[in-house]
């Protein structure tokens, strides 16, 4: 699920609610505007909140995560559902934020290491000891490394193995407050 729609989604959810539309006209709108999974079942849910479902339930049969399905339900037994639709929308908005954030905060070091890792070589390849090939032997390793962590991680998710690794004792006290 994309956190761009999810957040389109949302976001056009709360504007269509406040704006009087009825729940199940609201979802086939907001539908319209997403992309992804929240337009493939904006449809269903439509139906569903036409027969009386409530929006929550359906969210949770349809594997929607946890923090939007509790905030719904907050929404709708409250009475405050374009509210709770609007900081679902924040949620999302600031997941991607984050996310940019660190990846462009990590370009700059990767470029450092790549530029470090083939200085080394330099002077033997202008001096014809070495051929010119081998300034990328160093930068090879380090990102057949990289990859090797990455995959590790890739498979590591699901199973709660990287959570608990990051919860060790030395890596605990940089994990716990980028956590928090």
């Given at each position: 699920?994309?956190?761009?729609?999810?957040?389109?989604?949302?976001?056009?959810?709360?504007?269509?609610?406040?704006?009087?539309?009825?729940?199940?006209?609201?979802?086939?709108?907001?539908?319209?505007t997403?992309?992804?999974?929240?337009?493939?079942?904006?449809?269903?849910?439509?139906q569903?909140?036409?027969?009386?479902?409530?929006?929550?339930?359906?969210?949770?049969?349809?594997?929607?995560?946890?923090?939007?399905?509790?905030?719904?339900?907050?929404?709708?037994?409250?009475?405050?559902?374009?509210?709770?639709?609007?900081?679902?929308?924040?949620?999302?908005?600031?997941?991607?934020?984050?996310?940019?954030?660190?990846?462009g905060?990590?370009?700059?070091?990767?470029?450092?290491v790549?530029a470090?890792?083939?200085?080394?070589?330099?002077?033997?390849?202008?001096?014809?000891?070495?051929?010119?090939?081998?300034?990328?032997?160093?930068?090879?390793?380090?990102?057949?490394?990289?990859?090797?962590?990455?995959?590790?991680?890739?498979?590591?998710?699901?199973?709660?193995?990287?959570?608990?690794?990051?919860?060790?004792?030395?890596?605990?006290?940089?994990?716990?407050p980028?956590?928090?």
């Amino acid at each position: 699920m994309s956190w761009v729609s999810a957040a389109a989604f949302y976001h056009q959810l709360g504007v269509i609610i406040k704006a009087g539309l009825p729940i199940n006209q609201a979802l086939e709108h907001a539908g319209s505007t997403a992309a992804g999974w929240h337009r493939e079942h904006s449809p269903r849910w439509s139906q569903g909140c036409s027969s009386g479902r409530t929006l929550a339930e359906q969210l949770r049969e349809s594997g929607e995560r946890t923090l939007p399905q509790a905030l719904i339900l907050a929404g709708e037994k409250s009475g405050r559902l374009p509210e709770m639709c609007e900081d679902i929308s924040a949620f999302y908005n600031h997941c991607i934020d984050l996310r940019r954030l660190v990846i462009g905060r990590l370009i700059y070091p990767f470029v450092l290491v790549h530029a470090a890792m083939m200085i080394p070589a330099v002077p033997a390849v202008f001096l014809g000891n070495q051929p010119a090939i081998s300034i990328l032997y160093g930068p090879g390793i380090f990102w057949a490394v990289i990859a090797a962590l990455l995959i590790f991680a890739a498979l590591s998710v699901k199973s709660g193995l990287l959570g608990r690794i990051a919860l060790m004792f030395p890596l605990r006290g940089l994990s716990l407050p980028l956590i928090t």
